[in-house]
């Protein structure tokens, strides 16, 4: 007959091989899981040397106008630090708009874009914007803001110019909740 405490080390011992194991399968994952990406094609890491947009309309060049606007006596400063660029379409294009709160109190505020003419809008892709969520700022803090865009290659041939134009209007109570 076993004593207990045989019994006791007998399955301390299967359950530490167990453990052991376990951890060990979870070290051959990696290189498994690796080779099996390599051989579908999936999760393929590039260097960025490696990658060429083809999308982009090399022959064709697009100026966007970049305006800004305050609502509701919005005691802010806001503009964009260039007031134009000329792009490609397809080419992935990142400008920055600064704002500032000028006053002694936190404020919070939602920038909404428009475009000109309203057709680019379908045709006019952010990545990164300020405009997905509200923005609160502390007295006589200030922040850049970067706008990643794309323009999509099938903007129609007689669009030469597009105007984006963000107006930021205070969010009531937001700043109050926020703080």
């Keep these: 007959m076993v004593s207990i405490p ?42 960025p040397d490696d990658i060429a947009n083809t999308q982009i309309e090399s022959a064709r060049t697009v100026t966007i106008e970049f305006d800004s606007n305050l609502r509701s006596a919005l005691p802010w400063t806001f503009k964009p630090l260039q007031t134009n660029v000329q792009i490609h379409p397809g080419e992935l294009t990142t400008i920055i708009y600064e704002i500032r709160n000028n006053s002694d109190r936190a404020i919070t505020g939602q920038a909404i874009p428009s475009y000109g003419p309203q057709l680019a809008q379908q045709y006019f892709k952010k990545i990164d914007c ?50």
């Design 6 to 47: 045989q019994l006791n080390l007998h399955t301390m011992r299967k359950l530490l091989i167990v453990s052991v194991a376990m951890f060990g399968f979870g070290f051959a994952l990696v290189p498994f899981y690796k080779k099996i990406c390599e051989v579908t094609g999936v999760n393929r890491l590039f260097k």
């Design 130 to 179: 300020f405009c997905f969520t509200q923005q609160t700022l502390q007295p006589g803090e200030s922040r850049r803001m970067p706008v990643v865009f794309v323009i999509e290659s099938g903007l129609p041939a007689e669009v030469n110019t597009i105007t984006l134009s963000y107006s930021f209007f205070e969010v009531e109570g937001a700043a109050r909740k926020a703080g």
